[in-house]
């Protein structure tokens, strides 16, 4: 696909240093939007959903997609002290397409890339406005497609899928809908709706309102009975369970895991 227009929406650009922590520090959540996370001192482990681990050095990035479960653990340095600084943003391309649902990225970026991405996180985290920060997010967005492959699937039905999940997703979703964004017969969709979208129709909506139920702790004071009404789960002790098979926490503990750190600009 060529790219005609790129545009930065939905954005954090953060970080912090602990002055003393623990040998390991273990977090788990998703995000709405894509990371890009880099530890100045000390290092990550990251896992993302069920793949391989892999640790990023002092210095080194992660990049993790939309709406997949990161399962961390922080190293301190040598000193006790871990220190890390981060982009999450929404990517977005020719007005229709979200950056990592074209492409995939390699959960470690290469190392030579280390200094230039903690140059830009450090232009960007002095601008207080997106204007300002525009022209170092757009460089590390250059740096993230570089390194990225296609994900070779048809983007269109791709966007049309995750629109229809998205404007959705509070609600039961009718397969005969996804047929009909498909073409397709109901023992064909679910196939295909998986090579697309990389889980089944059932999981990847499970994932969403969960993904939306995080965004809700981690940007609201709702109650956690509320935000599981909201995202379309009314049974809050079902909300409660699935919440925990996915993230491994409680969702009072991952609002409170999360409770100082900023909000989505």
């Not at 790219?3 to 953060?14: D, E, R, T």
């Not at 990371?35 to 892999?54: C, M, T």
């Not at 995750?162 to 959705?168: C, L, Q, V």
């Amino acid at each position: 696909m060529d790219i005609i227009s790129i545009s930065i929406g939905k954005k954090l650009v953060s970080g912090f240093e602990d002055e003393y922590v623990y040998p390991e520090i273990n977090i788990v959540k998703t995000l709405p939007v894509l990371s890009v996370v880099q530890s100045v001192k000390g290092s990550y482990r990251i896992r993302l959903d069920n793949g391989e681990p892999a640790e990023t050095g002092e210095g080194g990035v992660f990049i993790a997609p939309a709406n997949m479960m990161q399962y961390i653990n922080e190293f301190p340095g040598e000193d006790g002290k871990m220190t890390a600084q981060w982009v999450f943003f929404e990517v977005e391309i020719n007005k229709m397409y979200k950056l990592d649902e074209l492409f995939s990225f390699p959960l470690i970026l290469p190392h030579k890339y280390d200094r230039e991405i903690n140059d830009l996180i450090c232009k960007a985290r002095r601008e207080k406005d997106l204007p300002g920060s525009m022209p170092y997010l757009s460089e590390i967005v250059r740096i993230l497609i570089g390194n990225a492959s296609d994900k070779n699937i048809d983007s269109d039905q791709a966007y049309l899928i995750r629109n229809y999940m998205e404007s959705n997703y509070e609600k039961d979703i009718d397969p005969k809908e996804i047929c009909n964004i498909l073409g397709c017969s109901r023992s064909a969709m679910y196939p295909r709706f998986r090579e697309l979208m990389g889980d089944t129709p059932a999981r990847y909506l499970t994932k969403l309102r969960i993904s939306h139920s995080m965004e809700m702790l981690y940007n609201t004071d709702l109650s956690v009975g509320e935000i599981a009404r909201k995202v379309g789960i009314k049974d809050q002790f079902y909300f409660a369970r699935v919440f925990r098979n996915i993230t491994g926490l409680s969702a009072s503990e991952y609002r409170k895991q999360n409770k100082n750190v900023q909000r989505f600009s």
